[in-house]
C-alpha cells in the first residue's frame, strides 16, 4: 500500500490555522453515494480490462430491501414523466361508405388527472431492474376537430374539446449503463399496455354515433402516441434523475482541492438480492491523483441482510490522509478555555509543579499551542479499529503583557492510536484508544537539559489521556462539519454501523427516502 503520491510542502505551516481548517474527507465523506445507485444494472460503453476488480476502492451495494424501498417513491417519477411529455397534434383520416373522407385532428392535448394503483420493483439476475406499474389511471384533455365530405357534396366541419379517459400498465426495464466511465440510466425498454381508451366530447358520456366513429378511428393513433411520448418522456426523467445524482455525489465528495474519483472501475453486478457497482475511489489533490492497485474487494466480503452498503479500500482513506496532509489541514490551535481543560486537571503536587514550570505564571488566555502533523499520516485498518500513526508537533507559546511572545516548549512525537468511529444522532463519533508515544524531539525553557523527569512523565501523561481525545473530537466536529455542508444531515440514516476489517471498512446502514432531495430535483428541472 502506498499513500498519494504528491509533490512535499514546508512541514511547518506558516500560521495558525483554525479548527475549521483541519477538515480530513473521511470516512462518511461518501455517505450520499447511497441515491447514485436507486437502480444499476449491467453497464456497457466502458472498457474495463480483464481484471476490472483490481482498481475498485469503493463499492456500493443496495439491497432488494433498499429496492422496495425506493420503489414507493417511483410514482412521483411516472408522474412528471406523464405531466411533462409534449403530446403532438394527432391527425388521421379514412373513407367511410355514404360519407366521404373524415379528417380529425387532436390539439393541446394534455394530462388533467393521474393516479397510480400500486407499482413493483424485481431485481432480475444478470439483466435489468424491472418495474410493473399497475392501473394508471389518466385523463386527457385537448381539442378535436373533426371534417367530412359528404357523397351528396355536403360538407362539415366542427371542433369540440375533449376528454379521454384511461387506464394503462406500463412494464419498465432500467438499466445503467456505462457512458464515460459513469452511470447513465437507460429506461427506453418500456411497454403500456391498456384495459381502457374512452372519448367523451364536450362533456357528452353518452356519444352518438358520429362521435364514436371518432373514437373506434383515434383509438391506434391515440395508444400509439401515448406509449412514445410517456416512455421518452420517463427515459429523460431517468436519465436526468441518475445524472442530477451523480452530480450531487460528485460535489459531496471534493472540497476544494481534495476530491474522490468515483468513475466506474468495473460493470455492476445484479443479482435476485442485491445489485453492487464498482468505483475507482482515487483520490485527486490539485491535479495529481494515484490509481488504486491490486483492490482487496470481492463481492463475498459484503453480506445484504442491510439496505445499503459502503465498502472502502485502506488504500482510499490512507490518500485521503495524504491529501489532508498536503494541504496543510491537519493543523490546529488551542487557546483559553480549551487549554486550561488540557493543562489545567494536575491530580499531584509535581504536575501542578509542572504545569508552573511550563507556563512561568502566565494565563492560559495568554497562551496559544498548535499541533501539526509533520509527515503524512499512515492508516491501517484492522479489526480493532482505524490505526493512525503519525509524527506530530506541538509548539506552546506564552504572550506576557507587554513582552515579546515566546515559545516555552516545543515537541515532535510518533503518535499511534487505534480509532473506532460511529455515526449516531448525525454526527461522526470517533473514540481513540491504546494511545502509544514516542518522544523525538523534546524542548523546553523551563528544563533546556530535559533532565526533569516528571515534566516528561506528566507531558506523556496530559497527551495521552487529555489532548488524543481533545484533537480527535476536533477531527469529528470539522468532518461533521463538513458533511453537513454538503446535506448529509438531511438525510435519514438508521442504525448505521462502520465495521473494520484487515485492510477495507464496511459502512452499512438502513434509510429513509431523502424527500428533499426528490423535490429539489422536481424544482430545478421542471
Request: charged share 20%; glycine share 6%; hydrophobic share 45%.
Amino acid at each position: 500500500m502506498s499513500p498519494l503520491l504528491l509533490p512535499e510542502r514546508s512541514q511547518r505551516p506558516p500560521q495558525l490555522l483554525g479548527a475549521g481548517r483541519m477538515k480530513l474527507l473521511g470516512l462518511f465523506g461518501m455517505l450520499l453515494l447511497l441515491l447514485i445507485h436507486t437502480a444499476a444494472a449491467a453497464a456497457g460503453g466502458c472498457e474495463f480490462g480483464d481484471f476490472p476488480h483490481r482498481s475498485t476502492g469503493i463499492v456500493c451495494r443496495m439491497t432488494k430491501a433498499a429496492a422496495l424501498l425506493l420503489n414507493q417513491e417511483t410514482a412521483k417519477v411516472i408522474q412528471a414523466a406523464f405531466r411533462n411529455a409534449k403530446f403532438p397534434n394527432i391527425t388521421g383520416e379514412r373513407s367511410v361508405r355514404l360519407l366521404g373522407k373524415v379528417a380529425y385532428e387532436l390539439t393541446n392535448m394534455q394530462v388533467d388527472q393521474l393516479s397510480l394503483e400500486q407499482s413493483a420493483v424485481e431485481l432480475r439476475e444478470d439483466d435489468a431492474i424491472h418495474l410493473a406499474i399497475n392501473n394508471v389511471t389518466a385523463s386527457f384533455r385537448g381539442t378535436l376537430t373533426y371534417g367530412y365530405a359528404g357523397a351528396w357534396f355536403l360538407r362539415l366541419f366542427h371542433s369540440v374539446d375533449f376528454e379521454i379517459k384511461s387506464s394503462i400498465d406500463l412494464q419498465i426495464n432500467i438499466d445503467l449503463m456505462c457512458q464515460r466511465d459513469q452511470v447513465a440510466a437507460d429506461a427506453s425498454h418500456c411497454y403500456l399496455t391498456f384495459h381502457k381508451l374512452t372519448l367523451h366530447l364536450q362533456g357528452d358520456k353518452e356519444p352518438g354515433w358520429l362521435k364514436q366513429l371518432f373514437t373506434d378511428f383515434i383509438s391506434f393513433t391515440l395508444k400509439f402516441a401515448l406509449k412514445r411520448e410517456v416512455c421518452t418522456e420517463i427515459n429523460f426523467v431517468a436519465q436526468m434523475l441518475a445524472s442530477f445524482v451523480q452530480d450531487l455525489a460528485a460535489n459531496f465528495v471534493q472540497d476544494k482541492g481534495i476530491g474522490l474519483d468515483i468513475s466506474l472501475a468495473s460493470a455492476p453486478l445484479i443479482t435476485a438480492t442485491y445489485v453492487d457497482s464498482y468505483h475507482k475511489g482515487s483520490v485527486w489533490y490539485q491535479n495529481h491523483s494515484a490509481a488504486l492497485q491490486d483492490s482487496l474487494f470481492s463481492p463475498g466480503l459484503l453480506p445484504a441482510s442491510r439496505m445499503l452498503y459502503f465498502w472502502f479500500s485502506e488504500q482510499v482513506l490512507s490518500s485521503l490522509a495524504s491529501a489532508a496532509f498536503m494541504d496543510q489541514r491537519l493543523v490546529g490551535t488551542i487557546t483559553g478555555d480549551k487549554l486550561q481543560e488540557l493543562f489545567g486537571a494536575e491530580e499531584s503536587e509535581a504536575q501542578h509543579k509542572a504545569v508552573q514550570m511550563i507556563f512561568q505564571g502566565t494565563s492560559y488566555n495568554e497562551s496559544a499551542a498548535k499541533v501539526w502533523s509533520l509527515a503524512h499520516p499512515r492508516i491501517s485498518l484492522q479489526p480493532e479499529g482505524t490505526v493512525v500513526s503519525s509524527l506530530v508537533a506541538v509548539e506552546l507559546s506564552i504572550f506576557p503583557a507587554g513582552e515579546q511572545p515566546r515559545m516555552v516548549l516545543y515537541m515532535e512525537k510518533e503518535i499511534t492510536v487505534t480509532i473506532q468511529a460511529a455515526y449516531a444522532e448525525k454526527k461522526l463519533l470517533l473514540h481513540p484508544s491504546d494511545p502509544r508515544i514516542e518522544f523525538k524531539v523534546f524542548q523546553c525553557t523551563a528544563d533546556p537539559s530535559g533532565s526533569e523527569p516528571s515534566l516528561r512523565d506528566f507531558l506523556q501523561t496530559m497527551i495521552s489521556h487529555v489532548g488524543i481525545p481533545e484533537v480527535t473530537s476536533r477531527f469529528a466536529e470539522a468532518l461533521t462539519s463538513l458533511m453537513n455542508s454538503k446535506g448529509l444531515h438531511l438525510f435519514e440514516i438508521i442504525n448505521p454501523e462502520i465495521v473494520t476489517r484487515q485492510g477495507y471498512v464496511i459502512v452499512q446502514l438502513d434509510f429513509s427516502f431523502p424527500n428533499h432531495l426528490l423535490l429539489d430535483f422536481f424544482e430545478k428541472k421542471f
